[in-house]
């Protein structure tokens, strides 16, 4: 059932395994395995460093003509308008011409907390460099991302499916000694996607169905 109390809400964001290199892979799996890390893998490591995800929305939706009006102030229908003054042009808003894809900013901003050593910042880092080489073809990250939203039982309902995303920009590893500790709390990394699908999942009758609702 859905809940008008949003705030109750929950939203789970699994990057999928295809998105580390298989070469940063075994690198950072040897490294895990060594520091006796209670996950296994990078993906399950990096997957829980994940505090925030910002998703859709979109601007310049409109577009600005300017014309002449002939204003009308009074709008009571009972009284006789005296005077009718002639506005000099204004602006006048009306739909983008754009196709509402172009509309949307297909950006998703995923925040990661820090870990000791930086080690996911670094793990990210080398593999958008290996991602980026020019040796690498397209279908090596060819993925997509899932933003799940739960509601307050814990079931998904509602799910983001983002198409190819690629790595855009990733924050500066900033170290801060003004402070009695020094410490950088968390970065952010800044994805394109090609494409996006909303789907919502019928909780009632059958937990694991998905009605897609809109595909652009």
Partial sequence: MFTLKGRQDAFRLILPKEFICKEIEEKYSNIIRAKHSFYYTPIDFLNETIQQVDVLGFNNGTTIQRQSSTGKPVLDPNREEQNKFMFPETDHFYRAEKSPIDLLDRTINIRFRHTLGYLNYFLLFENFWYQYTRDRKYSDINYNFNVDIYNEKGSI???????????????????????????SQSFQVEFKYQNFDLQFIEIEDNPKSIVDVESI
């Fill in 157 to 183: 309902y509602a799910r983001v499916l983002l198409i190819n995303p690629i790595i855009n920009s990733m924050d500066m590893l900033s170290f801060d000694f003004t402070q009695p500790i020094a410490q």
